[in-house]
């Protein structure tokens, strides 16, 4: 079977089984400018150990070291704007080919892009919290502090202020709850995520139908109904164009 034509099978399933639940992971914002975290040479696993950096043991213990070292690696996720796949995803959620998106994205995109029923099951960088009084602020009560060279950040009643972003020991938020429950009675779309990071790696055993988009391999490759190995940028243009098309 030739490429196109199995693209053209895949445009039709789209269909047929709409609605779908999108799972995102790193990999459809590398077009954006963000690394993910795997991809040999390009990855930021290979310069910095997140696990260490980007922990609530570091923010506790060492605030210092998180401020200065791990939380530019995150923030630099802000500047970046949407790419045609964070697009289309939204486009078809108007069109209610899609249910909603769970992403493991703290950097907001979908969101920028137009999706409105999103599950950011990692946290994002658009408000930061209190440790102490719990109170949640706008992202840049915090950033104000960090451009003084406060650090690290501090809230009036004293309390270290954080990104509310999932930490490494962190608990997952409950969208996480309700994204379990979609995937049982959605099919999933897999775009950009190596499906190693658990628990957000659980979703696609209980969903009824697996689709799969990226450019590495997963643990799941062998029961997804399609697999492309595509750059999401560029594929999800082209699948939009042949569904337009239908
Ligand atoms: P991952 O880094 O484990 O895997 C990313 C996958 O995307 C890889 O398998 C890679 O082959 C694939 N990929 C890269 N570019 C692609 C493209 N253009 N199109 C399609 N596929 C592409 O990412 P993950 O599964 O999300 O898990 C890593 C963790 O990293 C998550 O917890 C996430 O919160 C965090 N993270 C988030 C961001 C972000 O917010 N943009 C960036 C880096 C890491």
């Known amino acids: 079977m030739t490429k196109q034509s199995e693209e053209r099978r895949l445009a039709r399933f789209i269909l047929e089984r709409a609605p779908w639940l999108v799972l995102t992971g790193a990999g459809i914002s590398t077009e954006s400018g963000i690394p993910d975290f795997r991809t040999p040479g390009a990855g930021l696993w290979e310069h910095y150990n997140p696990m260490a950096l980007l922990s609530t043991e570091t923010l506790n213990n060492d605030p210092e070291t998180f401020y200065r ?5 995150l923030r630099k996720f802000r500047d970046a704007l949407p790419n045609p796949a964070h697009l289309v995803l939204a486009d078809w959620e108007r069109r209610e080919w899609v249910r909603g998106v769970v992403t ?19 946290g994002h960088l658009r408000t930061g919290s209190c440790r102490r009084c719990r109170s ?51 099919p999933v779309l897999v775009v950009g995520s190596s499906l190693t990071v658990s628990p957000a790696n659980l979703l696609p055993s209980v969903a009824p139908e697996l689709v799969i988009v990226n450019v590495g391999p997963t643990p799941y490759d062998d029961r997804a109904t399609y697999r492309f190995q595509e750059k999401a940028g560029v594929f999800f243009p082209r699948l939009h164009a042949l569904l337009l098309g239908q």
């Open 69 to 73: 070292i791990g939380y530019p690696v």
């Open 104 to 122: 493991q994205n703290i950097d907001s995109l979908h969101i920028r892009a137009g999706s409105r029923e999103v599950l950011e099951i990692h």
């Open 136 to 186: 949640i602020f706008p992202i840049d009560r915090l950033e104000e502090q960090l451009a003084k060279a406060i650090i690290p950040p501090r809230c009036l009643c004293g309390g270290l202020l954080r990104p509310d972003v999932v930490l490494f020991g962190d608990q997952l938020p409950d969208d996480f709850s309700k994204a379990q429950m979609l995937a049982r009675s959605h």
